[in-house]
């Protein structure tokens, strides 16, 4: 697949005319120049054949940070196959463009000039001063107005090999579709005639049930999808300057996203894909967060891309600054990571430069500060020294598999069984309460349903009573574990 890099000075449109490239507004844009920082990369389709796109930042100079923006972004040059060389047509060609684009023609490259911001026909005279370039590969467009972009789109196509052709659907071919099954004798096995022990169901215990299927059709277990499974997507979240880039370019094992000691130097979550063990680990590098009050201009879609990112998330990242003391802000980030329901690790970073003889004592503070993410394994690391950031790789893949295992019924009922004679559920309003079968109904993470005949008297407390015995039957760390209680044929 052909690499396209889109290169310019800041504030030229490059982000605007990715978005316009793979159909959708994935990249942040704005007037503040620096808004994009690190390289994004999205599959694209231009006409019929499908390229990767890149998004760079602007070539500009000036602080250490702007410095790494234009290194990381010639580096995604080099290694594309095609450069669109993006400059503002609204001014007069600049010497520092020439010479750029002087730089990258030497590479061998198929290489495009593209005039933006011609909007409208009176415009176009100021295409005349940028054949100074010395390319006949130039075009006029206004990306925010869609404009003569036809010409460019053709030019593509052309550099672009009929191998990346993508296979056209035929709309009338029929796909069949298997409607599961309903079996509603699924729990019969469980059944028993013995000494009725609270637990398992008899005829005589409800007569509120209309049926005998225990769970709609839409509450079945998910069917397993190796794809799926094998797929895992991580975001690295925490607040500002905690290392989140660091840890990235340490995991990928090269420098892909922007480091720099400005604080909230990533803005657009970057996301980038690695085989590891024949598993795809999607790493995504999210902004750092600020308190509500501090959070100024770009830094508000920022978060609005980080919300979106956890909702599409299996597993969280949480990195924590070892190294300081920890905030509030902490909490609140990891709090995010606990109401989107992601398997998660604790990552103390900075863990080289921490007080050696504080050690136990931030383990402990982490322990306390965080309690609703008890179960997440804690992991200490350096990501700029990559000091066991080889061991995350395998605690990802091992997280992975108890968020996405499934509980087989028989052994999820025997503990739960176990639970229950030793501690009975506790009346409500002197109305006895009964338990009559759990099953695991979808993974990722593990949902477990308990049948009862009254589901509001499973109190929170017993739930957590439940939960930690299910932790000491099976392998759940990193993963939450939840429960809905339902009646008997309830949908």
Known sequence: ???????????????????????????????????????????????????????????DKGCELFDKI?????KAAYKADIILYMVDGKGIPEDEDKKLFYELQTMGKDIALVVNKIDNDKMKENLWDYYEFGTDA?????VAHNRNTVELMDWLYDKIPESDIIKEVDEEEEIEVIEPEIDDDYFAQYA?????????????????????SIFAQNDLIKEFDENDVNHIKIAIIGRTNVGKSSLLN???????SVVSSVAGTTIDPIDETIDYKGKQLTFVDTAGLRRRGKILGIEKYALMRTTEMLENANMALIVLDASEPFLDLDEKIAGLVDSNRLASIIVLNKWDISKKDEH??????????????????????????????????????EINDNYSQRIPTSKLNEVMEKALRRHQLPSMSGQVIRIYYATQYETRPPKIAIVMNKPRGLHFTYRRYLTNKLREAFNFSGTPVLFKAKKRGEK
């Open 360 to 397: 136990d004592k931030i383990i402990k503070e982490v322990r306390d500060r965080f309690k609703f993410l008890a179960y997440a394994p804690i992991i200490t690391l350096s990501a700029k020294s990559h000091q066991r950031v080889d061991k995350l790789h395998d605690m990802i893949l």
């Open 1 to 59: 697949m052909k690499k396209i890099a889109i290169i310019g000075r800041p504030n030229v449109g490059k982000s605007s005319l990715f978005n316009r490239l793979v159909k959708k507004r994935d990249a942040i844009t704005s007037d503040l120049a620096g808004t994009t920082r690190d390289v994004k990369r999205k599959n694209a389709i231009i006409l019929n054949k499908q390229v990767e796109l890149l998004d760079t930042g602007g070539l």
């Open 70 to 74: 234009k290194e990381m972004s010639l």
């Open 138 to 142: 130039i075009f006029g467009i206004s």
């Open 250 to 256: 340490a995991l990928l094992g090269e420098e892909r």
């Open 192 to 212: 028993h005639d013995e000494e009725d022990d609270g637990f398992f169901y008899t005829d005589e215990d409800e007569d509120e049930v209309e049926d005998n």
